[in-house]
C-alpha cells in the first residue's frame, strides 16, 4: 500500500492551493471520491490479514478524516475570502451626490403658496378653499357691496355668458379671494381660523398687473380678536416669510366695504442699488388690505355678530413673491417660458416647512 504519509502530505498541500471551490472539488474527488485514492485504500483493507488491518485501519481512518477537516476548513476559509471579495466589489459610496435628474421646477407662486401655507399653519390657521367661477352674491353681496356700490366698477369684473333674456346675475370670475370668507363661515361657523390661497381674475394687464392674479385670504372669528391681534399675526407672518429677524409695518386707515375699520399695511423696506431689503430703510411699500370683518359680512356668512369678532385680509401673492425672490416682471410669471422657469423655479423635492427650512 502506499506510503500513508506520502498520501497526505500531496493532499493537504493540494487543499492548501485550491484557488477556488472548483478546485478543491476536484482535490476532494481525487482523495476520497468514490474512485479517490483514499476511497481505494480503505477498499484494499479488506484484502489484509486482519493483523495488517489492525495497523492499516485506524491509520487510514485518520487519514481520512484529517483530509476531510482540511477540506471544510479549506472550503470555508475560500467562502469568507469570496464575501470578502464581493463586499469590497459592490462597496457604494451612499454619501456621494446622486445623478441629478431634470424633473420640472416649482413655480415661484407655488412656492410662496407652500410656504405661507406653512407659517400660517403654524399659527393655526386651516386652508380653505371656493371656486374660481363665483356667483355675484358671494363675491360681492354678501361681501356687503350692493349692486350700484362703485367697487363693484372699480374691480374690472369678468362676467360668465348668461343666455339673453336669461333675468338671473351672471356668474363672475371671483376678483377676489375674500368669497372663501363667507363660504369657509357658512361651512365651519365661527370660531374660525383660514387662509384661502388662489387664482383671482381682473380686466387689468400692464407691468403690474396680469388679469389673472393670485391672492391669498386669511380670516380669524373668534370672540375678543380686535386690530392687535391682525397687527401680531402680520408681523409674524413677515417675518417668517421675508426671513428676517425685524420687519416693521405701517397701517394706514382705508376703506373695504367688508371691513370696518380697515387698514393697509405697508412694509419698511429700502432700495439700494436695486437691491430690496426688507425691515430696513425708508421707502415703504403696500403689501396688502385688511381691518375688522364688517358686521354684515358676518351676519350674511351666518355668524352672528352680537357674539363674534375677528379680522380678514387679503395679500397679492405674486408680489410679495417678486419681492422675496427678486423677480422683476410680473408678466413673466404666466409666459410659462422654460428658461424663465428653471431660472427662478425651486426643486420639487424641497418642500417648505417651518423645522426644515422655508426656501434654500
Ligand atoms: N379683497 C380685498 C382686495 O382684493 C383685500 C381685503 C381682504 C381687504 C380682506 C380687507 C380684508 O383688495
Redesign the pocket.
Known amino acids: 500500500m502506499e506510503d500513508l504519509g506520502a498520501l497526505r502530505g500531496k493532499y493537504l498541500t493540494a487543499i492548501k492551493g485550491a484557488k477556488d471551490e472548483a478546485a478543491l472539488e476536484e482535490v476532494r474527488l481525487a482523495a476520497l471520491g468514490k474512485k479517490g485514492e483514499i476511497s481505494l485504500a480503505m477498499r484494499e483493507l479488506g484484502k489484509m490479514t486482519p493483523d495488517e488491518r489492525k495497523t492499516a485501519g485506524p491509520a487510514l481512518n485518520a487519514l481520512k478524516d484529517e483530509i476531510d477537516a482540511a477540506l471544510r476548513a479549506r472550503k470555508a476559509a475560500l467562502a469568507d475570502a469570496a464575501l470578502e471579495e464581493r463586499l469590497r466589489a459592490e462597496w457604494l459610496d451612499v454619501t456621494l451626490p446622486g445623478t441629478p435628474r431634470r424633473m420640472g421646477t416649482i413655480h415661484p407662486v407655488s412656492q410662496v403658496m407652500d410656504e405661507l401655507t406653512a407659517i400660517f399653519a403654524d399659527m393655526g390657521f386651516a386652508v380653505a378653499e371656493g371656486p374660481q367661477v363665483e356667483s355675484d352674491w358671494f363675491n360681492f353681496d354678501a361681501l356687503n357691496i350692493p349692486p350700484e356700490h362703485p367697487a363693484r366698477q372699480e374691480h374690472d369684473t369678468f362676467f360668465m355668458h348668461r343666455d339673453a333674456g336669461d333675468p338671473r346675475p351672471p356668474h363672475v370670475l371671483r376678483?377676489?379671494?375674500?368669497p372663501v370668507?363667507i363660504r369657509a363661515m357658512q361651512a365651519q361657523g365661527a370660531p374660525i381660523r383660514v387662509i384661502a390661497p388662489g387664482r383671482?381674475y381682473r380686466m387689468d394687464m400692464d407691468q403690474t398687473h396680469a388679469p389673472m392674479f393670485h391672492?391669498v385670504?386669511?380670516l380669524a372669528i373668534d370672540r375678543t380678536l380686535s386690530m392687535a391681534n391682525l397687527k401680531w399675526v402680520l408681523e409674524e407672518f413677515c417675518r417668517a416669510f421675508f426671513e428676517v429677524d425685524h420687519v416693521e409695518l405701517r397701517f394706514r386707515a382705508s376703506h373695504?366695504p367688508?371691513?370696518e375699520p380697515?387698514a393697509e399695511v405697508d412694509i419698511r423696506c429700502s432700495w439700494t442699488g436695486g437691491q430690496l431689503k426688507i425691515g430696513e430703510g425708508d421707502d415703504w411699500m403696500e403689501i396688502?388690505?385688511?381691518?375688522m370683518v364688517h358686521p354684515k359680512v358676518l351676519h350674511a356668512a351666518g355668524v352672528d355678530p352680537d357674539r363674534w369678532q375677528g379680522f380678514?385680509?387679503?395679500m397679492g401673492i405674486d408680489r410679495i413673491a417678486m419681492l422675496k425672490y427678486g423677480i422683476p416682471d410680473l408678466r413673466a410669471f404666466f409666459e410659462s417660458d422654460l428658461r424663465w422657469l428653471r431660472h427662478y423655479g425651486f426643486s420639487a423635492l424641497d418642500v417648505p416647512g417651518l423645522a426644515s427650512g422655508l426656501s434654500r
Open positions: 376678483t377676489h379671494t375674500s370668507q383671482v391672492q385670504e386669511g373695504f367688508f371691513t380697515s396688502l388690505g385688511s381691518g380678514a385680509f387679503g
